[in-house]
């Protein structure tokens, strides 16, 4: 377990936009560099406890403000899903994509680096494997992932996924493994967003687990 800092940092992308970037490092020098991909309510504060985490095990984690393209500093009561939602599909998917270029470009070691995403985040973070250079992608129940299947990953990847998920049949989980049989896979007793401390969904003992394998994934993919 690392001592950890964090502070903020300014990106930008490709097409001269700026967000703003959440980070947490270790205090020693950090084994990797971590991208936090938010779900659809921002950079919230469960979401900086994330990054913290992943700084107390050695990473630099970097979580940028994605919806800082249509509303900056944006947060969504996790009470209005459909607002979280109207904002995600505002947003050009290469445009996240080229926010988390930034985010790369910006890290400690920019050729050792890894995503992780969430829900919405975690539809992003397979569409990152594909599309960036990365060591690994970890991507927790994200949706939509079947209908960018055409898409091959470039990198390592691990998928946890909720067996009482209504969002995300378990046909569609089979999909994806059919679509990626190399990819590491996850099924826990839970549902959707088991993982956010700050959600009625939160499942203590699948969110732990969860991060343990991630946590192994990432020595072996990025040190």
Known sequence: MHALHSDH????????RQLTVYRARPSQPSRGSVLIV?????????????????AMAGYEALAPQLFDRVAPNL??????IPLGL???????????I????ACLEAAERPDQVAVVGFCWGGRIAYLAAC????????SYYGGGITASLGEAPACPLLFHFGEQDTAIPLTDVAQIQ??????????????HAFNNTDRASFEP???????ERTIEFLRRHLG
């Open 86 to 96: 109207s904002y995600a599909k505002t947003i050009e998917t290469a445009l996240t």
């Open 38 to 54: 938010q779900e659809i309510f921002g950079v919230t504060a469960h979401i900086k406890a994330v990054a913290d985490a992943y």
């Open 98 to 101: 080229a926010d988390l270029q």
């Open 9 to 16: 940092l300014q990106v930008t992308a490709m097409d001269g």
């Open 178 to 191: 059919a679509a990626i049989p190399d990819a590491e896979f996850h099924l826990y007793p839970a549902g």
């Open 131 to 138: 599309r960036l250079s990365l060591r690994a992608a970890i």
């Open 205 to 211: 003992a699948s969110a732990a687990l969860s991060f």
């Open 75 to 80: 947060l969504v009561p996790y009470s209005d």
